[in-house]
């Protein structure tokens, strides 16, 4: 039987040999879940694969399709920020109890990882001990890439990356199982908080934070500043210049979202309720499956999935580098220049 189509939802380290293998036996539509591959070379494999066989590679990056994030991004094509200059993101989200288990329940309830753990902290804590880098960049850069038309008139063009001290992890360790644990013993090489800062063809800079060891409430931390306005997710407000309640003082976020709800939401919200992550899940399969049956490229694709899921090797590259500024590669070889945004254009998909 043929396939038309392929979900990837596996550790990282084996989504790049996934795609490349889906593409290669014919299978046209490639969905996988975020980060397309560890170093940048496969990142380029990926691509390579994708023009070879001129399939189509889709990261199911569901923030892209938050409700709020959707509102913002409606708010943006419709010119209430004006034009944009400086955006934030991030992945803000107390991972502890699943880096670590005891090996049976699945969050929590042990200090275990890899073979001695269960579900997530099997594969993904070896990560923090290993690498020091934005290892999770994708929910916070690709709905910033949609603002700005990330691959589609503009680019990423350079990126510099810092780490804080590795605390959180050993004292997680410490506190919950003891200084006599043997995984207290191990140096955690991830910085408790990695910040990256990329610039774009066009002018705007961004700054992304990863902080998944310490104790905080989740947050993704977007900010969207423009020269008309801005919104912060965090405070849940927005100040939009001459249109806001009061001069220098925040609107809450609620009124503006609500009324530049996005399309999509307002005619699939229904169908997304019980969905995984507030409904996200629903959108983000819906639009690859909808590519699927309509046999059209997907919305957000293999470029994009590069660009986004690269910059952890470059920011592993910078830190290792003295905070070095690295080059960002063009993944489209110059297409970027010439492509058109398609994201959420219609109520469609």
């Not at 107390?94 to 670590?100: I, S, T």
């Amino acid at each position: 039987t043929k396939l038309d189509a392929i979900l990837i939802a596996t550790p990282w380290e084996w989504h790049k040999e996934m795609i490349i293998t889906s593409l290669d036996s014919g299978i046209r539509y490639v969905g996988t879940e975020v980060m397309i591959g560890i170093t940048l070379e496969d990142h380029w494999e990926v691509v390579r694969a994708a023009e070879r066989t001129k399939g189509h590679v889709m990261m199911l990056e569901n923030v892209c399709y938050r409700r709020d994030v959707m509102a913002v991004l409606n708010m943006v094509r419709q010119g209430l920020f004006g034009e944009l200059i400086h955006l934030q993101g991030g992945y803000q989200h107390d991972l502890r109890e699943v880096k670590f288990n005891n090996g049976i329940d699945a969050y929590g309830k042990g200090c275990e990882f890899g073979d001695k753990g269960w579900t997530e902290a099997r594969w993904r804590t070896h990560h923090s001990v290993y690498r020091n880098g934005d290892l999770y960049p994708t929910h916070g850069i690709g709905p910033i890439a949609h603002y700005i038309n990330i691959n589609r008139g503009n680019r990423f063009v350079s990126l510099n990356s810092f780490a804080s001290k590795a605390r959180g992890l050993h004292k997680y360790v410490v506190d919950h199982c003891g200084k006599d644990h043997p995984n207290a013993n191990i140096d955690f090489k991830l910085g408790d908080v990695v910040t990256t800062t990329l610039q774009c063809a066009n002018g705007e800079t961004i700054l992304l934070q990863h902080d998944t060891n310490l104790p905080r409430p989740y947050s993704l931390g977007f900010r969207v500043q423009g020269t008309e306005g801005i919104w912060m997710d965090v405070n849940k407000s927005i100040y939009i210049e001459k249109k806001a309640a009061k001069a220098h003082q925040w609107d809450t976020a609620k009124e503006w979202l609500d009324k530049y709800d996005h399309p999509l939401w307002a005619r699939w919200s229904k169908e997304a309720e019980g969905s995984g992550h507030g409904g996200m899940d629903f959108y983000v399969v819906h639009s690859f499956i909808e590519s699927v049956k309509r046999n059209v490229a997907t919305a957000m694709d293999v470029y994009d999935a590069a660009a986004w899921s690269a910059i952890t090797p470059l920011s592993e590259q910078s830190i290792a580098n003295g905070n070095s500024t690295i080059a960002f590669p063009d993944f489209s070889g110059g297409q970027w220049m010439y492509r058109k945004p398609v994201f959420a254009l219609t109520d469609e998909y």
